[in-house]
Nanobody, 128 residues
């Protein structure tokens, strides 16, 4: 059974940094899409950054230049380095994965509906 466990959230002041981690286990996908998503109170869940099994990445416009997604295949861990944080980045952050026939099926999709295995989330709060 696929399990995704996020960590690294916390409270920081605007301009600060955090690094989120997502430990993935139980999956045997050769090709996959994996990503970070967030949901603020009263808002829909949105894609933040995704990476596919070929290492191709895509970012939401709101985080480009500030966030970096990466993965350590040896550790089965996904990361999100978040710099220059803003109050509007405050949200619950989730990691998710979906197995695909080929990485090209990811097509840089930031749509949450694409993904079918989710973690429980880690809270990020940015104060002004």
């Amino acid at each position: 059974q696929v399990e995704m466990v996020e960590s690294g959230g916390g409270s920081v002041q605007a301009g600060g940094s955090l690094r989120l981690s997502c430990a993935a286990s139980g999956y045997t996908y050769t090709s996959y899409c994996m990503g970070w998503f967030r949901q603020a109170p009263g808002k829909e869940r949105e894609g933040v950054a995704i990476i596919d099994s070929n290492g191709s990445t895509k970012y939401a416009d709101s985080v480009k230049g500030r966030f970096t997604i990466s993965q350590d295949n040896a550790l089965n861990t996904l990361y999100l380095q978040m710099n220059s944080l803003k109050p509007e980045d405050t949200a619950m952050y989730y990691c998710a994965v979906v197995g695909v026939p080929s990485a090209r099926y990811c097509s840089g999709s930031l749509a949450p509906v694409t993904y079918n295995r989710w973690g429980q989330g880690t809270q990020v709060t940015v104060s002004s």
